[in-house]
């Protein structure tokens, strides 16, 4: 899509959602794979607000939406859904530090607290029976002394161990040893982490050799040869 129809498409999408006459200034484009993520100052006479905003090109919008909403019901930290127009969504901006950012010696004193949201989103979604999916450190926000989840395109039916497996892999990849993992993760994980199968650990590797920069593949590689 041409950048003056991606410019209509937000003013169309914030006149539905916030009103008219706002000011509209593109202030920060975020990484992603698949969508369009941007920081929008907005600013109307005396008021000005920021507000995060999700251009889906792919996935779907009401799908997110919907699972943002019942997290914030069920008391699992995530940015707070502000609305909704066509295949834009608008969420709160949390100005916290993103995990994908942080050294080994930071992930390890994160490790638990990974844990705990981890299990409260798989307590939240047992009726439903799913997984989150996409466990890249990216994909965390810490924000106020606490962990907080986005990007929920991979949301799949699954259950809490499979998002702990993808965990491990990445932690990984990180340079931590399973030993190190096996004095951090909580003991009802630690067996079925430890001893997991290695056809599952190397389709997790594969995943993220076709994903990863050159410095991943070369730990995938490293790891798949062990």
Not at 17 to 31: A, D
Not at 103 to 125: D, Q, R
Not at 144 to 157: A, L, N, P, R, W
Request: glycine fraction near 4%; hydrophobic fraction near 40%; include cysteine.
């Amino acid at each position: 899509m041409k950048e003056k129809e991606v410019s209509q498409s937000f003013t169309k999408a914030i006149n539905n959602v916030f009103g008219f006459e706002w000011k509209i200034y593109f202030c920060k484009f975020f990484f992603s794979k698949k969508n369009q993520v941007t920081l929008l100052t907005l600013k109307r006479e005396k008021e000005l607000k920021q507000v995060l905003a999700k251009f889906f090109v792919w996935g779907d919008r009401e799908k997110e939406e919907e699972i943002l909403n019942l997290c914030a019901s069920r008391n699992v930290k995530v940015p707070k859904v502000l609305g909704s127009f066509s295949n834009i969504l608008f969420m709160e901006y949390l100005p916290g530090k993103s995990l994908g950012k942080a050294t080994k010696e930071e992930l390890f004193l994160y490790i638990p607290l990974l844990i705990n949201w981890l299990t409260s989103f798989g307590e939240a979604f047992k009726d439903r029976a799913l997984c989150r999916g996409d466990i890249t450190f990216s994909n965390f926000i810490w924000f106020k002394e606490e962990i907080y989840g986005i990007d929920f395109e991979e949301v799949h039916i699954g259950n809490l161990l499979e998002d702990i497996k993808e965990l491990t892999i990445n932690l990984l990849l990180k340079g931590f040893t399973l030993e190190e993992l096996k004095n951090i993760y909580p003991q009802f994980i630690i067996e079925d982490i430890i001893n997991f199968k290695k056809s599952i650990f190397t389709h997790y590797l594969c995943k993220k050799f076709i994903w990863g920069d050159e410095e991943t593949k070369k730990r995938c590689l490293t790891l798949l040869s062990l």
